[in-house]
């Protein structure tokens, strides 16, 4: 067995000899290993842990604290639990745990596996199933109302208001489902990239006369500047944004759309005059259907899924999208993308 050769490697005072057995054994495992003492010393760890925890292993033995710095691990192992799923404070990381009994009397091999990021994909996952049944169930609802209503035969002013309003919750469902595969095509890498060069106030100039949005919208772009992108796609992030920008405004504020050099590539910025979002929203808001304050997302339209296809538009054709403040209110929305080589 393994702890065989750990055991016959042993010191005089019985400890092992470290590094060796350790290092061959458990050196490029993927995930972090510790070998602890029964009075909660590190005697060793491998490459990930020390990765992980920062620890110089040069300086072991030490105390558990003092090479992980994280005390709910040290609380997994004088639990006794074999396995354990914990919340780390210090490096504010989700970790799964196993203990199991080392090559000496007393000793304990923890391994640690950061799961972190699955979990926070679980969570996503999650949350998109329920604001989806949410998204549906609106339209759905009301969509049926209406059918119900058309049963009782309503005379012909009635009757009509009932129409229009079943068609435009059969459209507002269309536009969800559409959205959705558009999504999962661009996820999927099926949709096809048609990079060109091409000069973006024009472009942009496009976008905002196709919007109906000539009257708000305040451009500020060089009529020099040339993009490396694809023009179809990029147009439809940026109406987008626009149209995002226009509906959580006032409706008599300006929309500023600008764009500089910046980074060997072009920053679109899209700045609105809305409540604007904490920092703690700023990375989520490109999820699909998420929603920052559902009662208002609810009240200004759309499908909530434009933030998270403008995303996936602008990572498909080398770009990227990403939000800040505005500088006296509202809201910010950067676009970064690539000029002729």
């Known amino acids: 067995m393994i702890w065989d050769r750990w055991r016959r490697s042993a010191q005089p005072?019985?400890?092992?000899?470290?590094?060796g057995p350790f290092e061959d054994l458990l050196e490029h495992a993927p995930v972090a290993a510790l070998l602890v003492d029964g009075a909660n010393r590190v005697f060793a760890m491998n490459e990930a842990a020390a990765r992980f925890f920062g620890t110089d292993r040069a300086a072991l033995?030490?105390?558990?604290?003092?090479?992980?710095?994280?005390?709910?691990?040290?609380?997994?192992?004088?639990?006794?639990?074999?396995e354990s799923e914990v919340e780390l404070v210090h490096s504010r990381r989700t970790v799964k745990t196993k203990v199991?009994?080392?090559?000496?009397?007393?000793?304990?091999?923890?391994?640690?596996?950061?799961?972190?990021?699955?979990?926070?994909?679980?969570?996503?996952r999650q949350e998109f199933v329920a604001n989806l049944s949410h998204e549906l169930k609106t339209p759905v609802t009301s969509l049926r109302l209406a059918v119900e209503s058309l049963g009782g035969a309503p005379d012909g002013a009635d009757r009509r208001k009932l129409v229009e309003h079943a068609l435009k919750e059969?459209?507002?469902?269309?536009?969800?489902?559409?959205?959705?595969?558009?999504?999962?095509?661009?996820?999927?890498?099926?949709?096809?990239?048609?990079?060109?060069?091409?000069?973006?106030?024009?472009?942009?100039?496009?976008?905002?006369?196709?919007?109906g949005l000539e009257e708000r919208v305040r451009l500020e772009i060089e009529a020099g500047i040339l993009v490396a992108a694809d023009r179809e796609m990029l147009a439809q992030a940026l109406a987008n944004l626009l149209d995002n920008a226009?509906?959580?405004?006032?409706?008599?504020?300006?929309?500023?759309?600008?764009?500089?050099?910046?980074?060997?590539?072009?920053?679109?910025?899209?700045?609105?005059?809305?409540?604007?979002?904490?920092?703690?929203?700023?990375?989520?808001?490109?999820?699909?259907?998420?929603?920052?304050?559902?009662?208002?997302?609810?009240?200004?339209?759309?499908?909530?899924?434009?933030?998270?296809?403008?995303?996936?538009?602008?990572?498909?054709?080398?770009g990227r999208v990403w939000t800040e403040a505005g500088d006296d209110s509202g809201q910010v929305f950067l676009v970064w993308v690539p000029t002729p080589s």
């Open 246 to 318: 226009a509906r959580f405004s006032p409706a008599d504020a300006e929309v500023k759309m600008a764009a500089a050099r910046e980074d060997h590539g072009v920053v679109i910025r899209v700045v609105d005059h809305g409540p604007g979002i904490a920092p703690e929203h700023w990375e989520r808001v490109f999820e699909r259907f998420y929603k920052v304050d559902p009662a208002r997302t609810r009240q200004a339209g759309g499908t909530g899924l434009g933030l998270a296809i403008t995303k996936h538009l602008m990572q498909a054709q080398g």
């Open 170 to 211: 059969a459209d507002h469902l269309t536009a969800v489902i559409e959205n959705l595969r558009r999504l999962a095509a661009l996820e999927a890498g099926e949709v096809k990239i048609e990079v060109s060069e091409f000069p973006l106030a024009q472009a942009v100039g496009d976008v905002v006369s196709r919007l």
């Open 100 to 124: 199991v009994p080392g090559p000496a009397e007393g000793d304990s091999l923890l391994f640690v596996s950061d799961v972190t990021e699955l979990r926070r994909l679980e969570r996503v």
């Open 61 to 82: 033995p030490a105390g558990f604290i003092e090479a992980t710095r994280e005390g709910s691990l040290l609380g997994v192992l004088r639990s006794g639990a074999a």
């Open 13 to 19: 005072d019985g400890r092992p000899s470290l590094p």
